[in-house]
């Protein structure tokens, strides 16, 4: 089956920029989709199809998909971006599939 | 505008059936492309996909727990229902139900766009 690897944590100053990985056997091939979920919230999408901003979601995020990793770019990040950030994508041999996740502190 | 709502039992006696219902608004899931699943995500842990029906009756479900689930849908009534047998303690979780949208061509696969706000269930004697 297939496996996402994800961080389990990034730390980042404000106005810093984020980057959170995610890795995966030729990822590059496939659609990988990023949630932001902060505590006792549910998860909100933040890109979807490797690059794609869902309307709503500020152009400080951003994401890239190549190889065997895809990428979660925070640009100036601020103290209302920390969460937990998940990768997903769809397997045929494992269908909907999420990363184990990674927790973005802003110091 | 699209709106998702779990509702069900909060707490659950091992062995037992759990069974939840995601009714949502906003969309039909007679249209095509359409398709609700469910998610949980046990205390301080990771997401995990459970199951997705689409709106052509289509189930699909997590390789680990295929045994274990059953997804239906109630066109009429905007419902889709997740049955699991045998609740054991580590399938204490919040369970989500989501709105899925398939990537745009050339692009291949789907996500979560919309999602409920969550139902905690408990398994405990």
């Known amino acids: 089956s297939y496996v996402l690897t994800q961080p389990p944590s990034v730390s980042v100053a404000p106005g810093q920029t984020a980057r959170i990985t995610c890795g995966g056997n030729n990822i590059g091939s496939k659609s990988v989709h990023w949630y932001q979920q902060k505590p006792g919230q549910a998860p909100v999408l933040v890109v979807y199809d490797d690059s794609d901003r869902p309307s709503g979601i500020p152009e400080r995020f951003s994401g890239s998909n190549s190889g065997n990793t895809a990428t979660l770019t925070i640009s100036r990040v601020e103290a209302g971006d920390e969460a937990d950030y998940y990768c997903q994508v769809w397997d045929s041999s494992s269908d909907h599939l999420f990363g184990g996740g990674t927790k973005l502190t802003v110091l | 505008q699209i709106t998702l709502k779990e509702s069900g039992p909060t707490l659950v006696k091992p062995t037992q059936t759990l069974t939840l219902t995601c009714t949502f608004s906003?969309?039909?899931?007679?249209?095509?492309?359409?398709?609700v699943g469910w998610i949980r995500q046990p205390p301080g842990k990771a997401l995990e996909w459970l199951a997705l029906i689409y709106w052509d009756d289509d189930k699909r479900y997590s390789p680990s727990l295929k045994s274990r689930l059953t997804i239906t849908k109630d066109t009429s009534k905007n419902q889709v229902v997740l049955t699991m047998t045998n609740m054991d303690p580590v399938d204490t979780a919040t369970y989500y139900c989501?709105?899925?949208?398939?990537?745009?061509?050339?692009?291949?696969?789907?996500?979560?766009?919309?999602w409920g706000q969550g139902t905690l269930v408990t398994v405990s004697s």
């Open positions: 906003g969309f039909s899931l007679s249209t095509s492309g359409v398709g």
């Open positions: 989501a709105h899925r949208r398939r990537s745009s061509w050339p692009k291949y696969g789907s996500f979560f766009d919309y």
